[in-house]
């Protein structure tokens, strides 16, 4: 059991931006009454960045800050952290990952209506293509916690949550804990 100490599990959300994290997170949170921290939001408020990457059009995350900022809502459990990367984050903090997958068709749609530049578009399909964010979970974390969910439509957001709440069913018969009131 990774969280040991804890009575109430984290999960991860992980892939690439605009794979659906955050709209798979807020449902979460909103049927399993668990907190959901969304990194890039906690940045935004925090200002917790070193800088920015001119080619990406993106600022980049003081990562030791982030950490430092949600360490104890994370340590007390009943999170669901989300963000695309996931290698920076201690180990143990995360009971399962999850990371979004999309097709590339409709992943080039999303990022289009954000009106991504044409760089940032090609860096983020390169990254779905070639798993990038998949391999960065599985080389962070014990594979056998690692999980890959298609992300391509509102069914598929449905049977993700459906899913998530099973495991997290799981999760609490295994563990001996109670959820929380719903």
């Not at 449902?27 to 800088?51: C, D, Q, S, W």
């Not at 044409?118 to 599985?138: G, P, T, Y």
Request: charged share 30%.
């Amino acid at each position: 059991m990774v969280g040991v100490g804890r009575s109430h599990p984290n999960i991860l959300i992980t892939g690439t931006p605009g794979t659906g994290k955050t709209s798979l997170c807020r449902r979460l949170a909103t049927v399993t009454k668990m907190k959901h921290v969304n990194i890039g939001a906690v940045a935004l408020e925090n200002n917790f960045y070193e800088g920015e990457d001119s080619t990406l059009e993106c600022k980049i995350l003081d990562e030791d800050k982030v950490l430092s900022h949600i360490e104890d809502t994370v340590k007390r459990g009943n999170n669901v952290v989300d963000y695309h990367g996931s290698d920076f984050f201690d180990e143990d903090w995360f009971d399962i990952v999850f990371c979004l997958r999309t097709e590339i068709e409709i992943l080039a749609k999303r990022l289009e209506e954000r009106e991504y530049s044409d760089v940032k578009i090609k860096n983020n399909i390169e990254s779905e293509i070639f798993q990038v964010l998949l391999e960065e979970a599985r080389e962070s974390y014990d594979p056998e916690i690692v999980y890959e969910l298609p992300s391509n439509n509102l069914a598929d957001v449905d049977s993700n949550v459906a899913r998530i709440q099973s495991w997290i069913q799981s999760w609490y018969a295994d563990n001996g804990g109670t959820e929380p009131e719903r």
